[in-house]
């Protein structure tokens, strides 16, 4: 039953689906339309059994505490499996890292007015039978959620669709090949004899496709460090990625570039499928969020793919990185490894210049 998002499809009559939805509302009728998390809790968002997918999810979180949006965790499954396809922290997961909000939009996530706070996910997650979402808080103060799942109930799900998956990740910092900041040639020149030490963005086992992630980088350097503007760009990495043992591989040409833009942009930018939410402070300080979403050019892969990027040039960088990656495919995934505690998942301080 499940059909593409083309406008055509707005016109086709499907007297077998029913829209459905799950949300917050009061169900007393009053207007305190928002569930209360509280402090080291978990809060079941929804739990579905039937087929059918979710189009759409709709969250407000509200809480005092600074750091919740790494604090709080999404995780999702589908089908009665035993692992989550998805475990990410709250923020993360809406597309934007460092714990950070900010109004932006793409063709599958978006952030919106006021400042960010309103969080938008556009991924279909189809599912046969069952369809379970939790929120897990490791905070010691209690958050307010307002959401919607709205999702469409089939009687039953069509052959040859993957399931929605989400997994984030962290080097803090990463580890990076010392060299001279004052020396252009070095940034340039030095070459990268292996792919072993890059960033590692997705690696996943089965069949299905990697539909994209984001990028958070916490630029570590500052001027008492460097002598040159160029030695605080924090990319120059270029993208690697590993399809099927290695029988295909996709060689980028920088960082900016996977993220489809340009000569070390310092503007923030957002379009349906690629975007910077945070273009950092003067000379790239600070904190930095990339986002790229093959939404019209999936990758494919039929045994397993390992989606990496290099840590500044041949991997010379030790910045603070983080990302989260999206991808469906045949169940059953790799088991993911455990997610960091909850204090290794915290932003650093920003000291932007």
Known sequence: MLNNNS???????????????????????????????KANSKYEICDIKSAGCIKHIWMTPTSLEPYYLRKVLMRM????????????????????GHGKTVNFSSTPLSMG?????????????????????????????GMGCY?????????????????????WNRENPCKGNNYNL???????????????????????????????????IHNLLTSEHVHRK????????????????????????????????????????CSPNFGITLPGGKNWSGKISYYRYHIEDPIYFHKNIKVKIEHGHANQ??????????????EPHKTFK??????KRLPREDHSE
């Open 317 to 330: 960088r030790s910045d603070d990185w983080s990302s989260t990656a999206y991808w469906y495919q045949i």
């Open 182 to 216: 004052g020396r252009k040639v070095e940034l340039i020149m030095k070459k990268n004899k292996s792919h072993e030490a890059d960033y590692l963005i997705l690696e996943a086992e089965g069949e299905g496709h990697y539909v994209g992630c984001h990028l958070d």
């Open 77 to 96: 499954w589908w089908d009665d499996e035993k692992d989550p396809s998805v475990e990410v922290p709250l923020g993360d997961f809406f597309g934007v």
């Open 113 to 141: 007015p006021e400042e960010g706070k309103s969080f938008n996910c556009f991924f279909p997650m189809p599912f046969s039978k069952r369809a379970k979402i939790e929120i897990e808080s490791e905070s010691d103060r």
């Open 7 to 37: 406008l055509i499809e707005l016109a086709k009559i499907k007297p077998d689906v029913k829209r459905k939805r799950i949300s917050s509302y009061d169900k007393t009728g009053a207007n305190n339309d928002f569930v209360i998390l």
């Open 147 to 167: 959401f919607y799942i709205d999702y469409e109930e089939y009687p039953e799900l069509n052959d040859g669709y993957g399931r929605f998956h989400a997994t």
């Open 230 to 269: 160029d030695s605080y760009w924090p990319g120059e990495g270029d993208d690697y990625i590993e399809i099927d043992d290695g029988e295909t591989i996709l060689y980028g040409t920088g960082t900016e570039d996977y993220f489809c833009g340009a000569h070390c942009p310092t503007q923030f930018f």
């Open 338 to 343: 455990p997610i960091l505690p909850v204090s």
